[in-house]
T-cell receptor
Framework: SQQGEEDPQALSIQEGENATMNCSYK?????LQWYRQNSGRGLVHLIL?????REKHSGRLRVTLDTSKKSSSLLITASRAADTASYFC?????????FGTGTRLKVLA | GAGVSQSPSNKVTEKGKDVELRCDPI?????LYWYRQSLGQGLEFLIY????????KSGLPSDRFSAERTGGSVSTLTIQRTQQEDSAVYLC?????????????FGSGTQLSVL
């Protein structure tokens, strides 16, 4: 399978703490994106990092990319209960986006 | 429309029946993707359209699955002779370039239950 792997599969933290999730992929990429999914339905795009970038920030999100290790991490700082969701990384290859298995994040109020 | 629209939202069918799922992408988006997501799992790629043509059909699980897109807009995913293992959420996404970066916009999905 070309599907990426994410870890941890599930993460439970207290509101205000930081959440870190990791993604590993298998093929060469043009860019890597992170998406969020609430309630098992449509995904929402969060952030994109290009293959020639190492780090990118957007609000409370920080993404890193290590192409030599084929891995990326997503850090959510100062988490809120509303951040509770599943988070997926997606890598772009020829014609399609390959999604990881996802991390289920639960932020406890 | 304002976003990607999928219909029906939920579909319950009997094993062996055919079903048709519809996706209406964001106006002007030339690329369209279908994914399948089983409960608690990641997204499984099914098919990609650029305009009306499908350069990548590699993800279709079997010949019971087919998809078409007309007028560079609406797409339908058809599953013939449905099986219980076809039960999943079927997600459609369209994409556009935003400052040189492409990102996917997803619909809310169709929850398919095969009894």
């Amino acid at each position: 399978s070309q599907q990426g792997e994410e870890d941890p599969q599930a993460l439970s933290i207290q509101e205000g703490e930081n959440a870190t999730m990791n993604c590993s992929y298998k093929t060469s990429i043009n860019n890597l994106q992170w998406y969020r999914q609430n309630s098992g339905r449509g995904l929402v795009h969060l952030i994109l990092i290009r293959s020639n970038e190492r780090e990118k920030h957007s609000g409370r999100l920080r993404v890193t990319l290590d192409t030599s290790k084929k891995s990326s991490s997503l850090l959510i700082t100062a988490s809120r209960a509303a951040d509770t969701a599943s988070y997926f990384c997606a890598t772009s290859g020829t014609y399609k986006y390959i999604f990881g298995t996802g991390t289920r994040l639960k932020v406890l109020a | 429309g304002a976003g990607v629209s999928q219909s029906p939202s939920n579909k319950v069918t009997e094993k062996g029946k055919d079903v048709e799922l519809r996706c209406d992408p964001i106006s002007g988006h030339t690329a369209l993707y279908w994914y399948r997501q089983s409960l608690g799992q990641g997204l499984e790629f099914l098919i990609y359209f650029q305009g009306n043509s499908a350069p990548d059909k590699s993800g279709l699980p079997s010949d019971r699955f087919s998809a078409e897109r007309t007028g560079g807009s609406v797409s339908t995913l058809t599953i013939q002779r449905t099986q219980q293992e076809d039960s999943a959420v079927y997600l459609c996404a369209s994409s556009a370039q935003d400052r040189g970066e492409e990102k996917l916009f997803f619909g809310s999905g169709t929850q398919l239950s095969v009894l």
